[in-house]
């Protein structure tokens, strides 16, 4: 069995080949090719903990196995850790035996960033040149670099509940060059592109704070109750997920849903945009909104391709097992 340790990661992994693993494993999942097994994650009533498993088959790529971990709420106080904690596991699919441990920390930024770059990259105008962010804390960092590189954008604008948090985002276009600005939420009509990354209960982003032709990645909801942005914007939009079955009952369209405003059947796998399926943005006026849950096979697919990165440099750990 091979392991790559939490260390080796982030000099491992580029965003590129994120991006590359994220969009092939989501034109798997819409070609019927990969699919993700039910999502365990439970309160163990110790250390006020979430634990849970998120894992899939990918039959097209043979990647077969699961993400293990969760939130420790207490980590960084009592022990200087962070709280997300995560481990990759993956399994051989010809003969079931292990094949890899993969620290799954820095992965689940860099997955969840490509998944929203994907969305952008296969959604937004091309003529996009304002990104609009909600949200300024960890993830958010890892959404905007990545978005970055999408479409040739000239101007960040941000808004975070906590509004000392927002020079992680200015960082962030600094960085990269492109002039930062702090709004409103009204401020936010100026974007072509918005990602809401936040850990909200309740919607933020209002159907009236959205200028027509913009794309919104809602990458913050993914558990039940969470909620970023208001139904009637999700009713308004043409709607995309990395799944449907964890859109309508973990994602951000669990509300709509509910609410009736929107139909099951009316979200698409962004996957089959992908794979050419669906047309995707039809008019330069349609409001498209990629609601990422994240799935098992994202995590699977950036482990695998990690794996073989780490094989190609001879730093990956090999044990009997
Ligand atoms: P973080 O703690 O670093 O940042 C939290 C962010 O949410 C900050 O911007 C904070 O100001 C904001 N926030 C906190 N409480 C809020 C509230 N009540 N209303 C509005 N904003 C609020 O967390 P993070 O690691 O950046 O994670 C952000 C979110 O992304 C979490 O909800 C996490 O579960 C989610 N997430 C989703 C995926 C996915 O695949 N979709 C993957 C990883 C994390």
């Given at each position: 069995m091979l392991i790559v340790p939490e260390r080796e990661i982030a000099d491992l992994m580029t965003r590129e080949a994120a991006f590359a693993a994220v969009e092939k494993v989501f034109a798997a999942m819409a070609a019927g090719d990969a699919y993700n097994f039910p999502v365990v994650r439970e309160?163990?009533?110790?250390?006020d903990a979430l634990y849970g498993f998120k894992g899939g088959f990918d039959r097209s790529g043979l990647t077969l196995g699961l993400k293990a971990g969760g939130y420790w709420p207490n980590n960084l106080e009592k022990r200087g850790i962070i709280n997300h904690q995560s481990t990759v596991f993956l399994f051989d699919p010809d003969t079931g035996k292990a094949r890899a441990m993969v620290g799954g920390n820095l992965l689940t930024a860099l997955r969840t960033a490509a998944a929203s770059s994907v969305s952008i990259r296969h959604?937004?105008?091309?003529?996009?040149r304002v990104i609009g962010m909600v949200g300024a804390g960890h993830q958010a960092t890892f959404q905007l670099r990545a978005a970055l590189e999408q479409r040739d954008f000239d101007k960040v604008i941000g808004w975070n509940?906590?509004?000392?948090?927002l020079p992680n985002l200015e960082k962030v276009a600094a960085e990269a060059g492109v002039p930062f600005e702090a709004v409103e939420l009204t401020g936010m009509r100026e974007a072509d592109v918005i990602i809401s990354i936040t850990s909200s209960?309740?919607?933020?982003?209002?159907?009236?704070h959205v200028s027509p032709g913009c794309h919104i990645a809602c990458m913050?909801?993914?558990?039940?109750g969470k909620q970023e942005v208001s139904p009637a914007l999700l009713a308004k939009a043409t709607v995309f997920t990395d799944e449907v079955a964890q859109s309508v009952?973990?994602?951000?369209?669990q509300h709509a849903v509910a609410q009736g405003l929107i139909d099951e059947s009316a979200i698409t796998q962004l996957g089959a945009v992908i794979n050419g399926a669906h047309p995707g943005r039809r008019s330069a006026e349609e409001i498209t909104l990629f609601d990422g849950t994240g799935v098992g096979l994202q995590d699977l697919a950036v482990a695998a391709a990690v794996v073989d990165l780490a094989v190609e440099k001879g730093i990956a750990i090999e044990v009997d097992f």
């Open positions: 309160a163990i009533g110790h250390e959604l937004a105008r091309e003529d996009a509940l906590h509004p000392e948090m209960f309740d919607a933020i982003l209002m159907a009236e913050g909801t993914d558990t039940k009952s973990i994602g951000e369209a």
